[in-house]
């Protein structure tokens, strides 16, 4: 099993910054790849990396969002930038492990508020 903790949420004014990050812990896994979305309503991929360090923006971020992961620490951040009222949304991790050669599980977090209003 494996626990995902979000934190780094918030209430910003337009074109402020804000930092999430999120933990993973539990035993005998590896990170195959980590990502976060957002729901408002629907959920969708906001940024993904792979522990290679291959990443994947949505458009409506790219240029203001940085992904980023530190295999060691099992920790995947999501650098915001230049925020925008629409970007306001409950913001999810998500990490896809491998427990063993067959056994590949997606783990998702509880959700963190990013509210982006003056």
């Known amino acids: 099993q494996v626990q995902l903790v979000e934190s780094g949420g918030g209430l910003v004014q337009p074109g402020g910054s804000l930092r999430l990050s999120c933990v993973a812990s539990?035993?005998?896994?590896?990170?195959?790849?980590m990502g976060w979305y957002r729901q408002a309503p629907g959920r969708e991929l906001v940024a993904a990396i792979t522990?290679?360090?291959?990443?994947t923006y949505a458009d409506s971020v790219k240029g203001r969002f940085t992904i980023s992961l530190d295999n060691a620490k099992r920790t995947v951040y999501l650098q915001m930038n230049s925020l925008k009222p629409e970007d306001t949304a409950v913001y999810y991790c998500?990490?896809?492990?491998?427990?063993?050669?067959?056994?590949?599980?997606?783990?998702w977090g509880q959700g963190t508020q990013v509210t982006v209003s003056s």
């Open positions: 522990s290679a360090g291959d990443t």
């Open positions: 539990g035993s005998s896994f590896s990170v195959l790849h």
């Open positions: 998500m990490g896809a492990v491998r427990h063993s050669t067959l056994d590949v599980k997606n783990y």
